[in-house]
């Protein structure tokens, strides 16, 4: 589908709301994505209208607007507008679900070997502060996390079974749909990390079975930077009380401490509210994208990718899992990550490293160090994935 004329064109038209792309090979949307002319623009109209009459002002005039984000994303997700929270980031989101769970000495929680290294801290901190154990469910050797040794693991007394949909580290999707059918028999709290598949991979929080979702703006959802939000079911919000409450969040009610009723009790008063409608915006420009297009257009670009690395002497893609996103990772034999991604940024293509620091359990149980990440995006096209190809192999030479 990536070669067909329609797809050309269509993609033509994305890459002119996205100007950097014409001279830049941005293969770094893991990272974080360009954003498109639209999200810049309404952005930068706010901060001017905050200039213009005031903060308050201009914020009470995009009331609607920035209501409409709410609901943009509760559809972005198969949600409510009264489940979802905006905070600053992935990892806000998720430590505000982590740490609103009634953690008790010996409660268990379950997680996957690829798992990010920011959660793992905050499981290692439960565990040290409040009792709990961290459990590492055994994956196939594909590399998707084993369902039968997950099912035999289950008891009443895990609390949290957490899972990243798209880890950092490479192209694995993890079965979420599959696991949540597990979970949904047991008493636990399931926490899906879905970072890196928002705005890549089509989201349903009910087909999922998750209780509780979270995701950041900049990476393929292409929202500024400095944005996240969260997704939590009605029908869990009131076993989970947020660690950090404001007037925003509660209320005092004859001293009584009343906490919201809906997920914003998550939130704070202050934020970027031109960020907030940012990301409201680059929701709606991902929905007439057409998610299911968006999804089907980059993953086969990041098959043609892998294909085209693997015939470059020297390299390996790294890839696991039985179903594939678009974050592609490899090595290349005798040049650092590093080295490398420094070569390929002064050739004009951008890359990450990802460290073996970001995903520490899976990085070690495969031996692997560095690795060259090269993300692609809808935006991204045939020609800039041969143009990436020659480059890796010049800079190898
Ligand atoms: C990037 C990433 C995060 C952290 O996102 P922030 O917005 O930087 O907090 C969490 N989980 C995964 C899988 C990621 O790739």
């Not at 940024?345 to 990450?352: Q, T």
Request: glycine share 8%.
């Amino acid at each position: 589908m990536i070669h067909d004329t329609d797809t050309r064109e269509k993609v033509g038209l994305l890459r002119a709301d996205t100007p950097a792309s014409a001279d830049l090979v941005h293969f770094n949307n893991a990272g974080a994505a360009l954003p498109p002319e639209p999200v810049v623009e309404r952005m930068v109209r706010h901060l001017r209208r905050e200039a213009a009459i005031g903060g308050y002002e201009a914020a009470d005039e995009a009331h609607d607007e920035i209501e409409a984000c709410y609901a943009a994303i509760a559809e972005l997700v198969g949600a409510g507008a009264d489940e979802i929270a905006l905070t600053d980031s992935a990892t806000r989101s998720w430590l505000s679900v982590f740490t609103a769970l009634p953690w008790r000495e010996g409660d268990r929680i379950l997680t996957a070997a690829p798992e990010y290294s920011s959660n793992i801290i905050a499981m290692r901190s439960a565990a040290r502060e409040r009792g709990a154990t961290v459990e590492v469910v055994p994956s196939t050797p594909d590399g998707d996390i084993d369902l039968n040794a997950l099912t035999t693991m289950l008891d009443d007394r895990v609390r949290l079974v957490a899972v990243t949909h798209a880890p950092t580290n490479g192209g694995l999707v993890q079965p979420v749909e599959k696991i949540g059918a597990v979970v949904a028999d047991s008493p636990a709290l399931y926490l899906v990390d879905a970072c890196q598949s928002a705005g890549q991979i089509p989201l349903d929080l009910a087909a999922i079975g998750a209780d509780a979702l979270t995701a950041t703006g900049r990476k393929y959802l292409r929202a500024p930077r400095g944005t996240g939000f969260l997704a939590v079911r009605r029908g869990v919000l009131d076993r989970l009380t947020p660690a950090h409450l404001d007037l925003h969040s509660a209320w005092l009610d004859d001293d009584r401490l009343r906490l919201r009723g809906d997920a914003r009790r998550f939130e704070l008063f202050e934020r970027g509210v031109a960020a907030v409608l940012g990301l409201g915006q680059a929701v709606r420009y991902y929905r007439d994208v057409g998610p299911n297009w968006a999804h089907d257009y980059l993953t086969a670009l990041a098959e043609h990718l892998r294909r085209t690395l693997d015939d470059i002497p020297g390299v390996t893609v790294t890839d696991i899992g039985a179903r594939r996103s678009g974050i592609v990772t490899f090595q290349a034999g005798g040049v650092a990550a590093g080295e490398l991604a420094a070569r390929l940024k002064a050739r004009g293509c951008n890359v990450s490293v990802s460290a073996a620091a970001s995903t520490p359990w899976d990085m070690e149980q495969r031996r692997l160090d560095a690795l060259v990440r090269a993300s692609v995006h809808y935006y991204n096209t045939p020609d800039e994935v041969a143009r990436f190809g020659a480059e890796v192999a010049a800079a190898l030479r």
